[in-house]
């Protein structure tokens, strides 16, 4: 159906877009931090705040696009989704952290610690899950 060059070219694309997402996630981890920071020091940093702000779901659905993507990917070259299955349940694990952080971010409120926190640690998941997902990934190339 499809020619076996232009799958191994989608597949190559498939990885490269999705690690810079990661990488634009890392970006977005800085921002987060550099607003902790600067509020843990009693100031505020707003141009970061609104930077952050904006990104945050802007990533949130360029990185559910590259999910789907894979799925769509790994479903025309093998017939299945699930060919490799830890690749999928951990890309299925990140969307699932990335759609609850954006709930939570909506939550946050001033002086509200619990939210933040409970924010932080998703994120935190979320890049170890990615890193690992990317791991998987280069696996799978080659």
């Known amino acids: 159906m499809f020619d076996r060059q232009v799958i191994a070219d989608l597949r190559l694309v498939h990885g490269s877009y999705n690690l810079l997402i990661f990488l634009l996630f ?5 921002l987060g931090f550099t ?6 020091a009693g100031g505020s940093n707003q141009k970061a705040v609104r930077r952050h702000r ?4 802007v990533l949130a659905v360029l990185a559910i696009a590259g999910y789907a993507g894979g799925a769509v990917l790994g479903y025309v070259d093998n017939g299945r989704v699930l060919k490799y299955p830890l690749h999928f349940f951990t890309g299925s694990t990140i969307v699932m952290l ?10 946050i409120t001033y002086g ?21 997902q990317a791991f998987l990934g280069l696996g799978i190339l080659f």
């Not at 607003?35 to 843990?40: F, G, L, S």
């Not at 990335?98 to 939550?107: P, Q």
């Not at 509200?112 to 890049?127: A, D, I």
């Open 98 to 107: 990335i759609i609850l952080s954006v709930i939570v971010s909506r939550f």
């Open 112 to 132: 509200r610690e619990e939210k933040r926190n409970l924010h932080l640690s998703l994120g935190v998941l979320l890049l170890w899950c990615y890193a690992f």
């Open 35 to 40: 607003i902790r920071k600067a509020r843990k």
């Open 54 to 57: 904006k990104t945050g779901p």
């Open 26 to 30: 890392w970006y977005q981890a800085f």
